[in-house]
């Protein structure tokens, strides 16, 4: 797509398709962060975190979503705080949090972590040392301000929200990062096609496409036809191009390529480089995305980042014989650290987050971003 024909994308997107209720909000807040941080010199990194959901009604009682939980961005923009970033973090509402990810979404309720002493509630023995650690963490964020917190729920309410946090990051320069890890929907509805309310499942019921809202004369995206439901969705333009051309030129862009087929996977992450010519793909497997991830970078081609079989967790369900499969070089074990040859971590030696590896790389590669920009300009 040229750049004539994009820009016309664009702004058909974002004319159909209305800002979010707290776009205002939230813009408001990022200025102050940006501006304050851009003061003071400092990095600072947006990490997009979640899936994004494609409503199929106005007053949306059904929508598609995926399987994003969240974990890689909430990981890595803790790891972005520890390596001296001020983190804006973009997420889908309700996904994995910065820090109380620790306490959320497990099998255990953050209660088990309690107990009553005293006739007050305190952290039981056996947690008190890791929460320290992670209530240290999250404090310390807190009181330097270097943790923003903004939220989406929609495909759109996403890419309203990516736009202009994007736009007002444009005066740090080289030294904003954009860390692309939300699983953002390749299809959506547009809201000229959206019928009002909710899709009836009984023919009885059933809408004619004229009374179902306003599709402009246009056949709903989602409707029913006879007993089935037809979800009929289109693609949503490709933004990145959008973000490394026009809304941040000078920042380093980072996005991330999910695949399921190994095969795939680093012809897939070349391609998306060579297609948006920004600065770094990291690739990963469905199945192996705790354990290892394929970063794809014109500065230096194509390096994988493994965690030691020994310290990969094990509270995931992935599937541990595909890692190295996506590696056309078949260096899997590259890299490693002498492995203990063992199914489980054992007692006492944690489990290595792959973000922990990951987080270090992306700012060591943008450090040399920084550095080439700077050298461009003098
Ligand atoms: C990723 O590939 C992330 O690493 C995951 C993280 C979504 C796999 P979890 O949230 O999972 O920890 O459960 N994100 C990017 C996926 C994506 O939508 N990429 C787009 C694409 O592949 C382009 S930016 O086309």
């Known amino acids: ?168 990051m444009r005066p740090l320069g080289p030294k904003a990062i954009f860390y692309l890890a939300a699983a953002v929907s390749d299809f959506f509805v547009p809201q000229d096609r959206m019928v009002e309310h909710k899709i009836q499942s009984s023919e009885e019921f059933a809408q004619n496409a004229e009374d179902s809202g306003d599709t402009s004369g246009k056949l709903p995206a989602a409707r029913t036809e006879g007993r089935s439901l037809i979800i009929d969705l289109e693609p949503v333009p490709k933004f990145l191009k959008s973000l490394v051309d026009g809304w941040a030129p000078e920042g380093m862009i980072v996005s991330f390529k999910l695949e399921t087929d190994p095969s795939l996977l680093v012809k897939k992450a070349t391609h998306s480089l060579k297609n948006y010519q920004h600065h770094l793909v990291i690739g990963n497997l469905l199945l192996t995305r705790k354990w290892e991830v394929v970063f794809v970078s014109s500065i230096d081609g194509e390096k994988w980042i493994r965690v030691p079989s020994n310290r990969r967790t094990k509270s995931f369900s992935g599937v541990e014989s595909l890692v190295g499969a996506a590696d056309p070089t078949g260096k899997k074990d590259a890299g490693e650290e002498p492995a203990i040859q063992t199914h489980s971590i054992p007692q006492g030696i944690p489990a290595v987050e792959i973000e922990s590896l990951i987080v270090p790389e992306v700012a060591a590669l943008h450090t040399k971003f920084i550095q080439e920009m700077q050298a461009r300009k003098s």
């Open 1 to 168: 797509m040229d750049s004539a024909a994009l820009q016309s994308a664009e702004s058909h997107y974002f004319t159909n398709n209305p800002p979010p209720k707290d776009l205002k909000v939230n813009i408001t807040l990022a200025r102050e962060f940006i501006t304050r941080h851009a003061d003071q010199g400092r990095r600072v990194v947006l990490v997009t975190s979640g899936g994004t959901i494609v409503p199929l009604e106005t007053q949306m009682v059904r929508y598609i979503d995926n399987f994003s939980a969240g974990t890689r961005g909430a990981t890595s923009a803790e790891y972005f705080l520890q390596n001296g970033y001020a983190v804006i973090f973009l997420h889908r509402q309700f996904s994995l949090l910065p820090y109380s990810r620790h306490y959320s979404h497990n099998t255990r309720s953050f209660l088990d972590f309690m107990k009553e002493g005293d006739g007050r509630v305190v952290v039981d023995e056996q947690h008190q040392e890791e929460m320290m650690y992670v209530l240290r963490q999250y404090m310390e964020a807190k009181r330097n301000n270097t943790l923003l917190i903004l939220s989406f729920v929609t495909i759109t309410e996403y890419l309203w929200d990516l736009r202009e946090v994007a736009k007002l």
